[in-house]
């Protein structure tokens, strides 16, 4: 009787392959960034490979799963940009006509 196939052998193989495409993508960035024409085919080819990858991650997860992690992902680019915004709110500098500050009177308690 053979071994039962393992439904994610193909997917280890997959992220193996994308792993060492990675490993070799960071191993020869040119001196002006990815601006080599000769890389850009291997480049486009990597690229589609780790694709393949993450949409077969996506077949193997069940949709109620996708929807949170969808929810988990949009609250956390939210968080990014109020993140953003307060940086670049506090990098201007305060603003030009400040309103002027209230006076504050101090109310004894009995």
């Known amino acids: 009787m053979p071994p039962e196939a393992d439904p994610f052998a193909d997917l280890r193989e997959r992220l193996r392959a994308t792993q060492e495409a990675a490993e070799r993508i960071a191993g020869s960035v040119p001196p002006q960034g990815w601006a080599s024409p000769a ?3 291997e ?3 990597e690229v589609q490979a780790l694709v393949s990858v ?4 996506k077949d193997l997860v069940p949709e109620e799963l996708r929807e949170q992690v ?4 949009r609250q956390l ?10 940086v670049a709110e506090r990098l201007a500098g ?14 004894p308690i009995a």
């Open 39 to 41: 890389q850009g085919e």
């Open 43 to 45: 480049t486009a080819a």
């Open 54 to 57: 993450l949409t077969a991650l």
């Open 70 to 73: 969808r929810e988990v992902t």
């Open 77 to 86: 680019l939210l968080l990014l940009r109020a993140v953003l915004d307060l």
């Open 94 to 107: 305060p603003p030009q006509a400040a309103a002027p500050r209230p006076r504050v009177q101090d109310i």
